[in-house]
């Protein structure tokens, strides 16, 4: 069995920063790419950033660009996303993803290719 979760949520002002983190146990971590999306009431779940089994190359939605950073230590079963400079449009609850299936060295932006997700963290930035 499958197990994603998050940490690291909070309330913070504008312009500071946080890190979130996830542990994912049940499947060999390491195989797989992972990655983090958000979700603010009433609109779609939305891509955040994605790493690939081997952190050899990660993608980033446009607005998160320059501010977020994902990383990975397969040695401990976890993914974080540092988050700098945020904003009130980074409200939001954070979930985290893992893979359906392997994806030999690349990333995917598409909720459909995450099978397993964690419950969520929430983010509130205030301005």
């Known amino acids: 069995q499958v197990q994603v979760v998050e940490s690291g949520g909070g309330l913070v002002q504008a312009g500071a920063s946080l890190r979130l983190s996830c542990t994912a146990s049940g499947r060999v971590f390491s195989m797989y790419a992972m990655g983090w999306f958000r979700q603010v009431p009433g609109k779609e779940r939305e891509f955040v950033a994605a790493?690939?089994?081997?952190?050899?190359?990660?993608d980033y939605a446009d607005s998160v660009k320059g501010r977020f950073t994902i990383s990975r230590d397969n040695a401990k079963n976890t993914v974080s996303l540092q988050m700098n400079s945020l904003q009130p449009e980074d409200t939001a609850v954070y979930y985290c993803?893992?893979?359906?299936?392997?994806?030999?060295?690349?990333?995917?932006?598409?909720?459909?290719?995450?099978?397993?997700w964690g419950q969520g963290t929430q983010v509130t930035v205030s301005s």
């Open positions: 790493i690939t089994w081997s952190s050899a190359s990660t």
């Open positions: 993803a893992q893979a359906r299936r392997v994806y030999a060295g690349i990333t995917t932006r598409h909720v459909g290719d995450y099978a397993y």
